[in-house]
């Protein structure tokens, strides 16, 4: 026992189980995780340790993907966490911004020493090697056993599915080796299924760098000095003030006072919007290609160079191929272009603001007055978030969008952009000024090529067939023709993501989960991929190791973070390269060969390598210098460098920061180069220019299979998008899912990471967002418990009534824990992908924003508060 649990011990004598729990963690969670008296004298043990100075405070990981990485540091006495606090390493000023913390972040201790960790490895009660009952999954109880015996369960499971069904057998829904370890160990092993999602970019997650963007168009707009250059900013659906956690509402809010006025196109008006008092264009999900369409129409027909100069030619002219008949790539096998298109030469349908409005449901007058904001003698940047893209059929978007930004040329000059605002690239792109250098941890090369797209993963384990298309992710470009395989899952094997929570069709996860022979989590708490499976590995949180973890760089140019390990491991978890290298052992393979050297050489090695830009603005030095001592106190192999700042004070610090102040060499603008000579300055598409019309494009989305594009962007209606809410769409009769929905990133969580936090939980509440007209109709007022349905399941909410969203649109935050009543069938948490449909098109999306449900007031009990459910605390 610690001095801080005996000191929170003695003044609590009277309580009689305190002093049974003798654990470390175990003292210190249930003071956490419960409440009570016990948390008040904790409260009290914890005051007097920060009072009287008996702690240190180290650099501690944010480590869940919201895109922050915002500065965390742990108050730590004897091992246990009493306080947080973020970023006071230098004064706030909005050119060298502090990088302060979230409520998330804050409340990271309660996580890491949360009452519902995961403490012991555990298998279900009626696990047995085999199955045993599987229809148990999800409902089980759990039974406490030894590492040795779960790893060999665990070994033995897999061992059988590769004998019997080949490693093919084996399924790791799971992002890639930056992030996951397991991958490497299951490549020496012989390799795994893995699948295809395209996530966060949506259609952007195909090669779109063959339209002559960037790969997946990240880092294509200007850097946060020349935001403030715009006249015009429009956030193309985005909310940074939710999603994209950090500094960006600041800097946004440093070009708004510059000047620039905002314009927010979307479904729903969000915070961000609010914020930054930005006009709204209405646009109702899947349907902004529509829209765009109707924008271009109306630039081609108003544009006059002598009394209205909308386009700017000369940009379309030299820098992209395939506007006009004039201008068409040579390596075009169809003799159609986007202009007559736009005009209606091919389908005789002009795509005026009439025609779309009535499918995007923009008003006409606010489609020509966007349209006229374009003009190219206005100072733009049109930034988009993915969430447009994140649409069934919205193939075209990426190219759409890149066109209307020609077109106006707003591209490659100062005050002018065309691009991303995602994650630390919302408000700020260039390249990174600090860099995360190398583990020196290579990948493995996969023996299985299987990779299913994940909106089918489930009802591809029950068919037992899915079609291939190769493993395109993350614009690796490796897209295949579509060929149908048999499949035959027996191991889900879940490492570094929570899949069958984050993919489409939960109910059919279950069902998934509930066929194969074997299902294997390493969580540190019980997510529903936990939750379903036979044997749950507790793993260690990134604040209990060293953490080289993949996710580390933000993506924030200006900063690095290099956070220390702040307490050894709670209870029984284990980091995942253990988990590796003790599976390694029982199944026969040298793991050194995928982790020659421990996790601590590893992130020595990581910080060796990063460096740091130069005042020259182009050249980079090593970040760290490195001495003799140094490599010899953290006991690891290494030779001595010169760098920017010295290790240890890099390491007390936990974060390096490049200063920026107005005309510093780190300013960038996107494709400067390649406006001012595109010849020279080639993109990656066959052309070597922007292509409005791509054959390659057309090509390779058409070989995927499921629908055939134009090599130029036109409107095709989404599948499950606002033409489908209609039984009849020429009379305008609505069908059995009226109401289109999406899942916005909300503050409480980093996807599902910490919705099981308490705090967050009362901090945030996560109701459905409802029109006010919609409620009204159904009789449904603030509050009240609302069951929202789809054709794959049901869910309960509490309303939030609003006037912000759309008629007939409606908005559930994306990534509450399920938790699926089995007498009702119904998820009371409102999970997102309970609803959402597990299908794909075009490219094989992650169509999240494009799904139809209906939803009425609950006439069952009314649901309780989230923050008054009970944790899932095991008791083993
Ligand atoms: N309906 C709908 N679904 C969506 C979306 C949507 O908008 N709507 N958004 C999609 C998007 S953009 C994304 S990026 C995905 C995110 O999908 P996921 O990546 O599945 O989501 P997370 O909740 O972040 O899950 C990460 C998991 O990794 C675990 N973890 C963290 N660190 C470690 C570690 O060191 N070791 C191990 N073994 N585990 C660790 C966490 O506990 C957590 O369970 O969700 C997608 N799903
Ligand atoms: N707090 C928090 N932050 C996060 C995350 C998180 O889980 N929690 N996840 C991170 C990750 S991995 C990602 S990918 C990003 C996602 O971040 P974003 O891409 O910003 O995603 P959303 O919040 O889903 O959507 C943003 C806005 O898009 C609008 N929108 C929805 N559908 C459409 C459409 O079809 N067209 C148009 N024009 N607008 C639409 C909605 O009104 C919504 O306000 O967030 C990151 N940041
Ligand atoms: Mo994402």
């Given at each position: ?197 395209t996530?966060?970019f949506g259609t952007y997650g195909w090669d779109v760098m063959r339209l002559g963007i960037l790969p997946m168009d990240m880092?294509s ?67 902004d290609t529509?829209?765009l369409l109707?924008?271009a129409?109306?630039?081609i ?14 940009f379309l002219n030299r820098c992209t191929v395939g506007f006009d008949a004039d201008h068409m790539p040579a390596d075009a096998k169809l003799n159609e272009n986007f202009k007559d298109y736009v005009?209606?030469k091919y389908?005789?349908?002009?795509k ?32 988009h978030?993915f969430?447009a893209a994140?649409?069934?059929n919205a193939d075209d978007f990426p190219q759409l969008f890149m066109t209307i930004g020609a077109m106006?040329?707003?591209m490659g ?5 065309c691009g991303v ?48 298309i190769g493993?395109y992710?993350?614009g690796s470009g490796a897209s295949a023709p ?188 996107a494709y400067?180069?390649f406006r001012?000579?595109p010849e020279?300055n080639r993109l990656h598409s066959n052309s070597g220019k922007l292509e409005i019309y791509c054959q390659a494009k057309a090509d390779i989305i058409n070989g995927m299979g499921f629908l055939t594009l134009k090599p130029y962007p036109s409107y095709i ?124 098109t075009g490219c094989g999306v ?31």
């Amino acid at each position: 026992m610690t001095d801080l649990i005996k000191k929170i011990a003695d003044k609590e004598m009277n309580r009689r189980d305190f002093l049974k729990t003798s654990a470390v963690g175990a003292a210190m969670l249930s003071f956490i995780g419960s409440g009570g008296a016990l948390t008040q004298v904790a409260n009290a043990a914890e005051a007097d340790a920060v009072v009287n100075g008996e702690g240190k405070w180290i650099p501690a990981a944010c480590w869940y993907n919201c895109g922050g990485r915002c500065y965390n540091a742990a108050y730590v006495v004897d091992n246990v966490v009493v306080r947080q606090k973020t970023d006071d390493t230098h004064p706030d000023s909005p050119d060298f911004p502090q990088q302060r913390g979230c409520l998330r972040g804050r409340s990271m201790r309660t996580q890491v020493f949360g009452a519902d960790r995961i403490k012991y490895p555990m298998k279900r009660k009626h696990w047995e090697p085999g199955g045993g009952d599987k229809s148990l999954r999800g409902k089980d109880e759990w039974e406490r056993i030894s590492w040795d015996e779960a790893l060999d369960y665990v070994a033995v499971e897999m061992e059988t599915a590769k004998e019997k069904y080949g490693n093919r057998s084996i399924l790791v829904p799971s992002w890639g080796q930056y992030i996951d370890d397991y991958l490497r160990l299951l490549c020496l092993c012989g390799g795994y299924t893995t699948i295809t999602d395209t996530a966060s970019f949506g259609t952007y997650g195909w090669d779109v760098m063959r339209l002559g963007i960037l790969p997946m168009d990240m880092n294509s707009a200007n850097d946060r000095f020349d935001l403030k250059k715009s006249e015009t900013i429009v956030l193309y659906g985005c909310n940074p003030a939710w999603s994209s956690l950090g500094s960006p509402s600041y800097h946004f809010w440093q070009a708004k006072k510059a000047g620039a006025k905002y314009v927010f196109v979307g479904p729903g008006y969000n915070d961000s919007a609010d914020l930054l008092d930005a006009k709204w264009i209405r646009v109702r999900p899947g349907t902004d290609t529509a829209f765009l369409l109707s924008v271009a129409y109306v630039m081609i027909t108003e544009d006059d160079q002598e009394t209205n100069p909308i386009i700017d030619w000369d940009f379309l002219n030299r820098c992209t191929v395939g506007f006009d008949a004039d201008h068409m790539p040579a390596d075009a096998k169809l003799n159609e272009n986007f202009k007559d298109y736009v005009l209606g030469k091919y389908d005789g349908q002009p795509k005026t603001p009439e025609w779309a409005t009535e499918i995007t449901g923009t008003p006409v007058e606010d489609i020509l007055w966007y349209a006229r904001e374009m003009r190219k003698d206005k100072r733009v940047s049109i930034l988009h978030s993915f969430a447009a893209a994140r649409c069934n059929n919205a193939d075209d978007f990426p190219q759409l969008f890149m066109t209307i930004g020609a077109m106006g040329g707003h591209m490659g000059k100062s005050g002018h952009s065309c691009g991303v605002c995602y994650h630390a690239q919302s408000s700020n792109n260039g390249q990174s000024l600090v860099t995360a250098g190398s583990t020196g941890i290579g990948n493995q090369q996969n023996p299985v090529d299987d990779s299913i797209y994940g909106p089918v993963v489930w009802e591809s384990i029950l068919n037992e067939k899915y079609d291939f298309i190769g493993d395109y992710l993350m614009g690796s470009g490796a897209s295949a023709p579509r060929e149908s395989r048999n499949i035959d899952i027996r191991v889900i094997f879940h490492g570094t993501r929570n899949a069958l929570q984050t993919i489409p069709g939960i109910t059919k996860g279950i069902e998934a989960h509930r066929k194969v022979d074997f299902v294997v989590s390493c969580s540190y708490s019980l997510d529903a991929s936990a939750q379903y499976a036979d044997i749950v590995l507790p793993i260690s949180t990134q604040w209990e190791r060293h953490s080289s973890y993949g996710m580390l760089s933000s993506g924030n140019r200006e900063i690095l973070f290099l956070p220390s390990q702040v307490t050894e491991p709670l209870y029984e978890a284990k980091d995942d390269q253990w988990i590796c290298a003790e599976l390694a052992k029982r199944l026969g393979v040298d793991i050194t060969v995928a982790f020659p050297f421990d996790e601590k050489q590893q992130y020595f090695n990581l910080i060796a390598t990063s460096t740091v830009i130069k005042d020259d603005g182009t050249t980079y030095e090593p970040l760290a210098t490195i001495t003799a001592q140094d490599i010899s106190e953290w006991g690891v192999e290494g030779t001595p460098q010169q760098g920017r700042i010295a290790l240890k004070e890099l390491m007390e610090q936990g974060i390096y920061q490049v200063e920026r102040y107005e005309g510093d060499p780190y300013g960038s603008i996107a494709y400067k180069a390649f406006r001012e000579d595109p010849e020279t300055n080639r993109l990656h598409s066959n052309s070597g220019k922007l292509e409005i019309y791509c054959q390659a494009k057309a090509d390779i989305i058409n070989g995927m299979g499921f629908l055939t594009l134009k090599p130029y962007p036109s409107y095709i209606p989404a599948l499950n998008g606002y033409e489908q809410s209609f039984s009849d769409w020429e009379n305008k009769v609505k069908g059995d899912y009226p109401y289109q929905i999406t899942n916005p990133h909300y503050p409480r969580r980093g996807h599902t990471t910490f919705d099981n936090v308490p705090w967050v939980r009362e901090a945030m509440h996560n109701p459905v967002f409802i029109n006010a007209h919609d409620a009204a109709e159904k009789g449904i007022r603030d509050g009240d418990t609302v069951l929202i349905y789809s054709k794959y399941g049901k869910v309960l909410r509490q309303a939030s009534v609003s006037q912000q969203l759309m008629p007939g649109y409606i908005e559930l935050p994306h990534g509450t824990w399920t938790d699926i009543d089995e007498e009702t069938g119904i998820d009371n948490a409102g999970s997102d992908n309970i609803l959402c449909a597990p299908e794909t098109t075009g490219c094989g999306v992650s169509g999240y924003n494009t799904n139809l449900v209906n939803f009425e007031k609950y006439n069952g009990e009314p649901l309780e508060a989230d923050y008054l459910k009970p944790l899932r605390i095991i008791n083993i």
